[in-house]
């Protein structure tokens, strides 16, 4: 007989703390912050029976900080914030991906700029996550649009973060981070875990950021005889800082090739009902849920409508919108910004079919009704 499946009613925070912890999180560092708050009182009872460590940091900042050195000594790191927290972490988030410090970051979206509007949702911080830090570099975000998907992409975000020694953000908004729905747990067993690669060789023969086919050097955890430099700065293979050019270039494109020939593992997205759609709805999050709804109303109207839903937000899935704009006469883009993602659909569509925009910006969820009122516009 195969292990007992669990059927739970759960908020999206509090799935999104399962997921951590059934991916082998052991480390929480963070600061509380509406509409996140919930991830981090939840593993501050979890994580101590699990033999975990969880502090309350003085600020986002600091949290970061934090979650780096615990990840740096091997250990599985976390930390969740909002809009504000988020501004806070970008310089470390910076330092984790040039120190190649594997890390997951949690960010509720609420809307902004500044404190703005705490307790209400928004998609206002999707370019934020690609471009938040300075200087040239990748980095890979998620976006869930369903309570179980706040469990399996907390999962996915861990793995993805040990196979490429990156820092993940997984982007929620305060609609699906409070919401409620059934979620069935899968046993552990039936879970795909993935654990950073550590080097084989004895401490003297190791070079901690050597080139390597997949572009990802194994990852040594501090206290196991390894000792080697890590510094924010730029650096050769053996960690130390330098000024040569022929050290620069090669150690800053693969950090880019890690990421950019692995496409096909971390792109994700789901289709629904598009193949022969003249209307193709891209959307995330909870807009997504909106879309999905109006898609299937608007097909009881006779009206050919589709959904695109990224799952992946950054690296941008060009290939999935590429078909989308290719099948479609036209590709509806409804997000609650003033258009951050739809400004990438209409760079890839590059005028193959024609890109329409619903944003909305004051603290409300774009319902279906909208966005059907916008299908039947276009198609009218």
Same mark, same amino acid.
């Given at each position: 007989?195969?292990?007992?499946?669990? =059927?739970?009613?759960?908020q999206?925070?509090?799935?999104?703390?399962?997921?951590?912890?059934?991916a082998?999180?052991?480390?929480?560092?963070?600061?509380?912050?509406?509409?996140? *708050?919930?991830?981090?009182e939840?593993l501050?009872? $979890?994580?101590?029976?699990l033999?975990?460590?969880?502090?309350?940091?003085?600020?986002?900042?600091?949290?970061?900080?934090?979650?780096?050195?615990?990840?740096?000594?091997?250990?599985k790191?976390?930390?969740?914030?909002?809009?504000?927290?988020?501004?806070l972490m970008?310089?470390?988030?910076?330092?984790a991906?040039?120190?190649?410090?594997?890390? #997951?970051?949690?960010n #509720?979206?609420r809307?902004?700029p500044? *404190?703005?509007?705490?307790?209400?949702?928004?998609?206002g911080d999707?370019m934020?996550?690609?471009?938040?830090?300075?200087?040239?570099?990748?980095?890979? #975000? &998620?976006?869930?649009?369903?309570?179980?998907?706040?469990?399996?992409l907390?999962?996915?975000?861990?793995n993805?973060?040990?196979?490429?020694?990156?820092?993940?953000?997984?982007?929620?908004?305060?609609?699906?981070?409070?919401?409620?729905? $059934?979620?069935?747990?899968? @046993?552990?067993?039936?879970?795909?875990?993935?654990?950073?690669?550590t080097?084989t060789?004895p401490?003297?023969?190791?070079? @901690?950021?050597?080139?390597?086919?997949?572009?990802?050097? @194994?990852?040594? @955890?501090?206290?196991e005889?390894?000792?080697?430099? +890590?510094?924010?700065?730029?650096?050769?293979?053996?960690?130390?800082?330098?000024?040569?050019?022929? =050290?620069?270039?090669?150690?800053?494109k693969?950090?880019f090739?890690?990421?950019?020939?692995?496409?096909?593992?971390?792109?994700?997205?789901?289709?629904?009902?598009?193949?022969?759609?003249?209307?193709?709805?891209i959307?995330?999050?909870?807009?997504?849920?909106s879309?999905?709804?109006? #898609?299937?109303?608007?097909?009881?109207?006779?009206?050919?409508?589709?959904? &695109?839903k990224l799952m992946?937000?950054?690296?941008?899935?060009r290939?999935?919108?590429?078909?989308?704009?290719?099948?479609?006469k036209v +590709?509806?883009?409804?997000e609650?910004?003033?258009?951050?993602?739809?400004?990438?659909?209409?760079?890839?569509?590059n005028?193959v079919?024609?890109?329409e *925009?619903?944003? $909305? +910006?004051?603290?409300?969820?774009?319902?279906?009704?909208?966005?059907?009122? $916008?299908?039947? =516009?276009?198609?009218?």
């Amino acid at each position: 007989m195969g292990a007992e499946r669990r =059927e739970l009613l759960m908020q999206g925070n509090e799935a999104v703390a399962e997921g951590a912890l059934a991916a082998g999180c052991r480390f929480f560092a963070g600061y509380p912050i509406t509409p996140s *708050t919930e991830i981090a009182e939840y593993l501050s009872v $979890k994580l101590p029976h699990l033999g975990g460590t969880f502090i309350q940091m003085e600020d986002e900042l600091a949290s970061m900080g934090a979650v780096i050195g615990a990840s740096l000594a091997g250990v599985k790191a976390m930390t969740a914030t909002s809009g504000p927290g988020f501004s806070l972490m970008q310089e470390n988030i910076g330092f984790a991906c040039e120190a190649e410090v594997p890390c #997951v970051v949690v960010n #509720v979206m609420r809307g902004g700029p500044s *404190t703005g509007l705490p307790t209400f949702p928004a998609q206002g911080d999707v370019m934020q996550a690609r471009w938040g830090t300075h200087g040239d570099h990748p980095i890979i #975000v &998620l976006s869930a649009a369903s309570v179980p998907e706040c469990f399996s992409l907390t999962v996915r975000a861990f793995n993805l973060s040990e196979r490429y020694r990156t820092p993940i953000i997984l982007l929620l908004d305060e609609v699906v981070a409070h919401m409620r729905e $059934k979620i069935t747990m899968p @046993p552990a067993e039936e879970l795909e875990i993935f654990n950073r690669v550590t080097p084989t060789v004895p401490p003297e023969w190791y070079i @901690p950021y050597a080139d390597t086919p997949s572009g990802v050097p @194994p990852m040594a @955890p501090f206290g196991e005889g390894y000792r080697y430099h +890590v510094t924010g700065l730029t650096h050769d293979i053996r960690g130390f800082p330098t000024a040569r050019d022929d =050290e620069i270039g090669p150690f800053i494109k693969r950090l880019f090739r890690k990421i950019s020939q692995n496409f096909p593992d971390i792109h994700m997205s789901q289709t629904f009902r598009t193949e022969d759609a003249e209307i193709t709805v891209i959307a995330y999050g909870c807009v997504a849920r909106s879309a999905k709804r109006a #898609v299937v109303e608007a097909r009881d109207r006779g009206l050919k409508a589709g959904l &695109l839903k990224l799952m992946t937000v950054w690296p941008f899935d060009r290939s999935a919108v590429e078909q989308a704009a290719r099948r479609s006469k036209v +590709v509806l883009v409804p997000e609650m910004n003033m258009g951050q993602i739809s400004r990438e659909v209409k760079r890839v569509n590059n005028g193959v079919s024609t890109v329409e *925009t619903l944003n $909305k +910006v004051d603290g409300t969820l774009i319902t279906p009704g909208e966005i059907l009122e $916008k299908i039947t =516009e276009v198609l009218s």
